[in-house]
């Protein structure tokens, strides 16, 4: 069935440093790929999503390119805040059904 | 600008006692979602629904009931509590589509249950 795998955290990085986190899924058809933010004591929300193959998805200086030849959609962005220390969910569109599958999460912390 | 709201925030239970958790979305979205979020388990869809009047069991559904009266309200019922079900439960929903619509969700309840 379909799947998403995501890289374990936590992440700890330096602020301005480069950040990237891999995603990589298993799926049938042409799914779309999403990723979701999660911030402490909230639900998860939208941050970017790409629709088809070689899509890049934008947000926030986030950004993502669906990659159907090594069937990624990494997470990356140059310079990183505090403010981004977040839980970060790579999900997967399920064409067949319903569903959403999300990754188990990565959990970034930023320092000052 | 509400768009998903979840009651109770916060709730503490005792093992067998029963309750109903709400969720209200004003976005007139067809498709509900519940879900749980354990510790290092990522989200487990619990039910959904694809319509007012229809349920469907996700991948966790023991233990747990669910309606959908109208279409913007999905309640989730728990009958008989177990310490098992200590988790946080997010309720989201989404337009209808070929799985690309993203998933909107509310801030969660946060269940313990002794």
């Known amino acids: 069935g379909d799947s998403v795998t995501q890289m374990e955290g936590p992440v700890t990085l330096s602020e301005e440093a480069f950040l990237t986190i891999n995603c990589t899924y298993t799926?049938?058809?042409?799914?779309?790929l999403f990723w979701y933010v999660q911030y402490p004591g909230e639900g998860l929300q939208l941050l970017l999503k790409?629709?088809?193959?070689?899509d890049k998805g934008s947000n926030k200086g986030f950004e993502a390119t669906y990659r159907k030849e090594t069937t990624s959609f990494h997470l990356e962005k140059g310079s990183v805040q505090v403010s981004d220390s977040a839980v970060y969910f790579c999900?997967?569109?399920?064409?067949?059904?319903?569903?959403?599958?999300f990754g188990a999460g990565t959990r970034l912390f930023v320092k000052a | 600008n509400a768009g998903v709201t979840q009651t109770p925030k916060f709730r503490v239970l005792k093992t067998g006692q029963s309750m109903t958790l709400l969720c209200a979305q004003d976005?007139?979205?067809?498709?509900m979602y519940w879900y749980r979020q354990d510790p290092g388990m990522g989200l487990r869809l619990i039910h959904y629904?694809?319509?007012?009047?229809?349920?469907a069991k996700g991948e966790v559904p023991d233990g747990y009931n669910v309606s959908r009266l109208k279409k913007q309200n999905f309640l989730l019922g728990l009958e008989s509590a177990a310490p098992s079900q200590t988790s946080v439960y997010f309720c989201?929903?989404?337009?209808?589509?070929?799985?690309?619509?993203?998933?909107?969700f509310g801030d969660g309840t946060r269940l313990s249950i002794l």
């Open positions: 976005m007139n979205h067809e498709y």
């Open positions: 790409a629709t088809k193959a070689d």
């Open positions: 629904s694809v319509g007012e009047g229809t349920t």
């Open positions: 799926a049938t058809g042409y799914p779309s």
């Open positions: 989201a929903s989404s337009y209808p589509g070929t799985g690309n619509q993203p998933q909107h």
């Open positions: 999900a997967l569109g399920n064409t067949g059904g319903f569903k959403t599958i």
